[in-house]
């Protein structure tokens, strides 16, 4: 509790002076990353059959990247697109309830005259309300039908992979040929088009900094150079053991020139 009292009392401190017209703060180190990183597997275990990128090959959201074995989902959805296209069940059912209407209109007409039983022209008409039950059970099936080549194209989706981020592809761990589960990934994808930076500042920075202000990145050699970046976070729980805090820095990278995995310098200045 002593330790975190004498924290806070700095902390404290420094807030108070912080208007004080102090100098700048001097640089400290970081480390800039890909803003995202991901380890594509497949949802199903499977075959792989094809492998569409390479490390270092840049992807697009959407973009395929490797595929599995999907011959037996192929053939799946055909037949079930057969079945959502077969309309001959409801056109059969439709010829029925007319039919089986028409009989009933006719059966109850000779029961107002007396020339046939109400029992006759009773079971004419409950012969009418079972097709056209049967009617709407074509129409359910047909319905069942359609909704079933949904399910047998997911399940064949699943077997392509595709990129979820715009990115660099960092490795590849798989060739056509492999099997794979779930759990294996197939690539890994950074994105770059953003960096992620990350520093550790002293506690005393944490007056001075604000979410949104812009710094200056300075990478190591042969990098160099000056590159703005603005804070996105700053941890609001200190390390009392190293008397630091987090800060984290987007910095833009829209041409893809700056590479990932780079120490570099954080200056809190802008010129």
Request: overall charge negative; hydrophobic content about 45%; proline content about 6%.
């Amino acid at each position: 509790m002593g330790k975190v009292r004498t924290l806070t009392t700095v902390a404290l401190s420094l807030m108070a002076s912080a208007g004080a017209g102090q100098t700048p703060l001097p640089p400290v180190g970081c480390l800039i990353q890909p803003l995202d990183v991901v380890d594509l597997a497949s949802p199903v275990a499977g075959l792989v059959s094809e492998v569409l990128v390479e490390r270092g090959d840049h992807v697009t959201t959407g973009q395929r990247i490797a595929q599995f074995d999907t011959a037996l989902e192929v053939v799946e959805l055909d037949a079930a697109r057969a079945r959502a296209s077969n309309t001959h069940a409801i056109a059969a059912a439709e010829s029925r309830l007319a039919f089986r209407e028409d009989m009933a209109i006719r059966m109850a007409r000779l029961a107002d005259r007396n020339a046939i039983s109400d029992t006759d022209a009773d079971e004419a008409r409950m012969e009418a309300d079972t097709a056209r039950q049967a009617l709407e059970e074509a129409r359910v099936a047909l319905r069942v039908a359609q909704i079933d080549v949904q399910a047998a194209a997911a399940r064949l989706d699943r077997k392509i992979l595709r990129s979820p981020i715009d990115g660099l592809v960092t490795s590849r761990s798989v060739s056509p040929g492999e099997f794979r589960d779930g759990d294996d990934p197939v690539v890994t994808i950074a994105r770059i088009d953003r960096l992620r930076v990350e520093a550790y500042v002293p506690l005393e920075y944490y007056p001075a900094l604000s979410i949104g202000d812009v710094v200056q990145i300075i990478p190591e050699a042969p990098i160099g150079g000056r590159h703005t970046a603005y804070i996105t976070v700053i941890d609001q729980v200190f390390d009392a053991a190293s008397a630091t805090l987090g800060i984290v820095m987007e910095l833009p990278n829209p041409d893809l020139t700056m590479p990932a995995g780079l120490r570099c310098e954080v200056s809190f200045g802008d010129g």
